[in-house]
């Protein structure tokens, strides 16, 4: 395990060809965890092809330079490589894990997954039948189906406002020819960020790195992507489906991450629905009434919007009662902002959990490629503690009142919810 004293021991790898990466060097760690992002997920889906970034992703390790899949694949296990891809709606993610020995091999096939994926014809069709299959499953599940409603009904017309995994006709019409040009616009130089941890020195990841991205166009062809804050607080949206309890999604306009509040933000919300078992959400909605196991809401800071959101699952016949209890509680510490005690506890709790995040070399690596995809300066994890017990009663409560403002929400229910005055409603097909 690498102690809190290493963790914040970073250092910025400076490569001779101008690249870039952070890296934790820790010699008695017997694996390498490297985390790679390039800026531009499936928000740069084409209108017409959403799930095409995503398709992409899952095709990288499907063959690459004169390797079939079998033969990467098999390439891979044999060295105990350890390697996936992923996708979310501002990033494209790689995650290697190998030994040291191993370590020239597994950049080697890293980077022909990066720079000559094959896109074989064989590969494309059982990938897009294995995500077109978990769309299927996924079309009535009541989590996914109110997360794709929330977020179509929040960014209407903005790419966050489409499904990162598609819909069974973009995946259809997806070409070889699309997925060339998705990643040549999206894997590039000039917007990937590299975090290393383990027995790797500075020196040899500095080659490794220019290796890697030697062959990658120097430059990403991203499109812009609008900052927008999320559309419908007020509105409730019912998609009908025969279950007996309803989820419900809920969530408002919030910070994004480089705003000057962001902080006093965090540990309001922490208050409010941040913090499991003693939050007020979960005293108000659980403890007190019996109304929902699990009740939470979180700030949800992406590249080009802020939001607070969170979430409920209740009885159909309790969805009335518990949203109204949920904007009871928001509109109350709006208005009067949290105790001192509840101040305290808040930042004491989020103060001694921050260790938590770095306690695994994936984890560290994870965390070293969030500081730079946030800007948030490589003596970030030795200032952030002290932030957040600098926070104070007065900049809590204006914090309170800017993020949770009049209490509105826009809230999304799948099921057979009731007392929702002033619902829309739509059935589960059409949605």
């Known amino acids: ?243 007996p309890q309803s989820s419900i999604i809920f969530g408002r306009p919030g910070p994004l991450r480089d705003a000057d509040d962001f902080i006093p933000a965090y540990v309001v919300n922490h208050i409010l629905g941040g913090g499991s078992f003693s939050s007020r959400l979960f005293t108000e909605v659980r403890e007190k009434r019996g109304l929902a196991y699990s009740v939470y809401s979180y700030l949800s800071p992406y590249d080009h919007s802020g939001m607070l959101l969170g979430g409920v699952a209740t009885r159909n016949d309790r969805a009335g009662q518990s949203i109204a209890l949920i904007q009871d509680e928001i509109r109350r510490i709006a208005e009067e902002g949290p105790t001192a005690k509840e101040l305290e506890s808040a930042k004491k709790f989020l103060i001694g959990s921050y260790a938590l995040r770095f306690d695994t070399s994936t984890k560290i690596a994870n965390q070293l490629v969030q500081l730079q995809l946030d800007h948030l300066g490589i003596d970030y994890i030795t200032k952030r503690n002290a932030l957040v017990e600098a926070v104070t009663d007065e900049q809590v409560k204006a914090a309170a009142k800017s993020l949770f403002g009049d209490g509105d929400l826009l809230v999304v229910a799948v099921g057979k919810p009731t007392g929702l005055e002033g619902a829309n409603t739509r059935d589960a097909a059409a949605a």
């Open 1 to 243: 395990m690498i102690t809190a004293a290493r963790t914040t021991d970073i250092q910025r790898v400076e490569t001779p060809n101008g690249a870039e990466a952070w890296l934790v060097e820790e010699t008695a760690v017997p694996v390498i965890a490297v985390e790679i992002a390039f800026r531009g997920g499936s928000a740069q889906d084409p209108q017409d092809r959403p799930g095409l970034v995503n398709l992409m992703t899952a095709l990288l390790d499907e063959g690459a330079g004169d390797m079939t899949a079998d033969a990467f694949q098999e390439r891979l296990e044999e060295l105990a490589i350890e390697l996936s891809f992923s996708s979310n709606r501002d990033t494209v993610s790689a995650s290697l894990r190998t030994l040291p020995e191993n370590i020239d091999e597994a950049f080697r096939l890293l980077g022909l997954a990066l720079t000559t994926p094959r896109f074989d014809e064989d590969a494309v069709e059982r990938m897009r039948g294995q995500l077109s299959a978990q769309i299927r499953r996924n079309e009535l599940d009541p989590d996914d189906l109110a997360g794709r409603t929330f977020f179509k009904e929040a960014f209407p017309g903005h790419p966050y406002g489409r499904p990162p995994r598609g819909t069974l006709e973009s995946l259809k019409a997806s070409t070889r020819e699309d997925l060339l040009a998705i990643h040549r616009r999206v894997i590039a130089r000039d917007n990937v960020v590299i975090g290393a941890v383990g027995a790797v020195s500075a020196e040899r990841l500095s080659g490794l790195v220019d290796a890697l991205l030697a062959d990658l166009p120097a430059t990403a062809g991203l499109e812009t992507v609008e900052t927008v804050a999320p559309a419908g607080a007020g509105r409730i949206e019912i998609v009908t489906l025969d279950v």
